[in-house]
């Protein structure tokens, strides 16, 4: 079974300063791997994905994730956080088999420092 | 505007009394989903379906059950919501049924007494 772990709760982080966000997942063959964000009181938005190719992959907001397999991680970062960036950030993975089911991990809260 | 959209956003009840959450997307996806969140356990699937007349457990369907009678519409029904249903639900679309990236709806607070 599918499984991700976001190791932190919550991080705190001035503005300007760089973020990064862990993610490790279990999963038996190569996934699909997602980044949300959900605002307080909003949805959840897609940040970027990782099919397949490049293991850099660039988002919006100006984030990016790296998939490294050896370490089966998908680490989200971004190189200066702005306060409009405070919000839960959410790494899934999908199951390529029929079912497309996401499964998430509990979610890591960023707060953002002035 | 391609959207998923769902009724009510907020909703209390008490125990017992028969409840649906409606969902619909206009983007034509064969795919549609539902999850709940829960704080610390991110969001579990509840029931999906990859096309009309065709639904499936996902992790958590216990207390729940849904239909697909036409493609754009997926509700969520709660025959006998009890306490442990309090949370937010979302619904979930996608245009193909494996890996597709899945587009949310903004989510339905519900509250059962």
């Known amino acids: 079974a599918q499984s991700v772990t976001q190791p932190d709760i919550h991080i705190t982080v001035s503005e300007g300063a760089s973020l990064e966000l862990r993610c490790n997942y279990s999963?038996?063959?190569?996934?699909?791997l997602f980044w949300y964000v959900q605002s307080p009181g909003q949805g959840l938005q897609l940040l970027l994905k990782?099919?397949?190719?490049?293991?850099l992959v660039q988002g919006i907001k100006g984030f990016e994730a790296e998939f490294k397999r050896s370490q089966s991680s998908f680490n989200l970062r971004k190189p200066s956080v702005h306060w409009s960036d405070a919000a839960e950030y959410f790494c899934?993975?999908?199951?390529?088999?029929?079912?497309?089911?996401?499964?998430f991990g509990g979610g890591t809260r960023v707060l953002v420092k002035p | 505007e391609a959207q998923v959209t769902q009724n009510p956003r907020y909703l209390i009840t008490v125990t017992g009394k028969k409840l649906t959450v409606t969902c619909s997307q206009n983007?034509?996806?064969?795919?549609m989903s539902w999850y709940r969140q829960d704080p610390g356990l991110g969001l579990r699937q509840i029931y999906y379906?990859?096309?009309?007349?065709?639904?499936d457990k996902g992790d958590v369907p216990e207390g729940y059950k849904v239909s697909r009678k036409e493609k754009r519409n997926f509700p969520l029904i709660l025959e006998s919501p009890s306490p442990n249903q309090t949370s937010l639900y979302f619904c979930?679309?996608?245009?193909?049924?494996?890996?597709?990236?899945?587009?949310f709806g903004p989510g339905t607070r519900l509250l059962v007494l």
């Open positions: 979930a679309s996608s245009p193909e049924v494996r890996g597709e990236t899945q587009y």
């Open positions: 899934a993975v999908g199951a390529r088999a029929a079912g497309n089911k996401l499964t």
């Open positions: 379906s990859m096309n009309v007349e065709v639904t």
């Open positions: 999963y038996g063959a190569t996934p699909y």
């Open positions: 990782y099919f397949s190719g490049d293991t």
């Open positions: 983007m034509n996806h064969e795919y």
